[in-house]
Structures are given as structure tokens and as C-alpha cells.
């Protein structure tokens, strides 16, 4: 049985910096790739970050250059640290994992947690 577990989001004004973690437990090989989504209301689900068990990271545009995936296969453990961050960045963001980075970078993982909201004030 997978499960992850997020924390770390808030609120922030803009500018601010905010780091999320993700915590993977159970069948470990079935989460060695793992990345973040995020859904903000009203819009649809869209991939922020990625970090596949090849080493490889992959990013929206809208947050290159400010977010920062990384992952801690010996802590099964995924992190994503936020910087300059803007209003546009509020949304539910959501951990996944896969065995599968193509799931993952397609964005249907198999795993997923039960997400963690951040909040960007102007």
C-alpha cells in the first residue's frame, strides 16, 4: 500500500518562498519517480515539476527559473522549493509517485497524495 503524505504549503505573500515535501511509504519501488501538480480552482490539473528515477527533472515554464524539484530516494522523499513566488502560483498542489516516469510526466501517476494548498497574496 503507497502512500504519501505532503506538507509545508501556506500562505505567502508574493515574492515569498515556501518548500513542500512529500513523504513515500510502502512499496518503494513503485514511487521512484515522483513530482508535483497542482490545481488551482476553476482551472485543470497541470504538472509543476518532475524528478524521475533516471535523474531527469522536467518543469512547467510557468515556474522555471523559481521552483525547484529534488528528490531523497534514501528518505523516499520529494521536495519542492518555491521562490518568487506569484499569485498565480495559489492552488491545491498535489504530490505523485510512479514506477513509471512516463506516467508521471504524462500526468496520470499512479499514486497520489492528498495534496497541500498554498496561497500567494499580491
Known amino acids: 500500500q503507497v502512500r504519501l503524505v505532503e506538507s509545508g504549503g501556506g500562505s505567502v505573500q508574493a515574492g515569498g518562498s515556501l518548500r513542500l515535501t512529500c513523504v513515500a511509504s510502502?512499496?518503494?519501488?513503485?514511487?521512484?519517480?515522483m513530482g508535483w501538480f497542482r490545481q488551482a480552482p476553476g482551472k485543470e490539473r497541470e504538472r509543476v515539476a518532475v524528478y524521475t528515477h533516471a535523474g531527469t527533472t522536467h518543469y512547467a515554464d510557468s515556474v522555471k527559473g523559481r521552483f525547484t524539484v529534488s528528490l531523497d530516494s534514501a528518505k523516499n522523499t520529494v521536495y519542492l522549493q518555491m521562490n518568487s513566488l506569484k499569485p498565480e502560483d495559489t492552488a491545491m498542489y498535489y504530490c505523485?509517485?510512479?514506477?513509471?516516469?512516463?506516467?508521471?510526466?504524462?500526468?496520470?501517476?499512479?499514486?497520489w497524495g492528498q495534496g497541500t494548498r498554498v496561497t500567494v497574496s499580491s
Open positions: 510502502g512499496v518503494t519501488y513503485s514511487t521512484r519517480s
Open positions: 505523485a509517485a510512479d514506477r513509471l516516469q512516463s506516467r508521471l510526466i504524462t500526468g496520470s501517476p499512479l499514486y
